[in-house]
């Protein structure tokens, strides 16, 4: 069995403290919202993981696309794999999107 889902890593900075000129206060008033990646792993009911990251939105294109690369390197592996695996999602929108 294969499990496949996604996450995204949003970076924010909380600073506290900062350098400021001599004789003038150390204030931080806004948190800085800083760009996420996004992870789409796999993980094998044997222990092998595979995933990729990427800076845009998890979409059906990206989505499509991973699972692609994925088959690609199942096959590498094995031909046969298809008889023995079965592939587990959850069930977000875009595994049911087609790519355009």
């Not at 294109?61 to 794999?81: G, I, M, N, R």
Request: glycine residues 4%; contains cysteine.
């Amino acid at each position: 069995m294969i499990s496949i889902d996604e996450s995204v890593i949003k970076y924010t900075e909380h600073r506290q403290r900062g350098w400021v000129p001599k004789h003038q206060q150390n204030q931080v008033t806004v948190d800085l919202r800083l760009q996420g990646v996004n992870v789409i792993a796999s993980m094998c009911s044997t222990g092998e993981i595979w995933y990729t990251v990427n800076c845009g939105k998890t979409n059906s294109e990206t989505f499509s696309l991973y699972l692609v690369k994925l088959c690609a390197h199942l096959d590498s592996l094995d031909l046969h794999w298809r008889k023995t695996t079965v592939i587990m999602l959850d069930n977000a929108a875009y595994h049911r999107g087609v790519a355009t």
